[in-house]
């Protein structure tokens, strides 16, 4: 091994070890700091933020978990009404297509005009209160889903606002 060699190790040793120690200019007076006391006042008000923040911290955490359970609900109850209100749609249809083709096979069994105008026209009244009937069920079904939905949402609101007028 070469001096050069040797004295460079030597020297990135030393170099190391001065980074390495907590202040890198601690050697040196100039860049040293001199050690203050905080004064107790402004300790305070920094413990005082501190929880504050904490404080503030543990309501928005709270405030958010109450929102995403709330959306949580929210989407359960809308996707157990959707699927409700298919299985009442496709019912209607089925009813109704049972209808129609008992219809159809009653009108190929009529001989005269005037029993398949008969035919037509009881199942056109029976057809429209049915579909009537039908359509009304469905409005209702709909209106309690969306009331369902609504209530917690308007609920939290509500409780929210009032929140905001206490403090």
Known sequence: MTTAETTSKTTSKARAS??????????FEAFSMPKME?????REASEKGLDQAREAYSKVKTAAEDATDLIEDTFE???QGAVEL???AVDAAKVNTDATFSFMKDMMAVKTLAE?????SGFARKQFDVLST???????????LSTEVTAPVKDALEKSFKQVKAA
């Open 134 to 144: 039908q359509a009304k069920d469905m409005q209702e079904f709909a209106t309690k």
């Open 86 to 88: 298919n299985s009442k």
């Open 116 to 120: 398949a105008i008969e035919l037509q």
């Open 77 to 79: 109850t809308s996707r």
């Open 18 to 27: 001065k980074t390495a120690s907590a202040a890198p200019f601690a050697d």
């Open 38 to 42: 905080v004064p107790a006042a402004f």
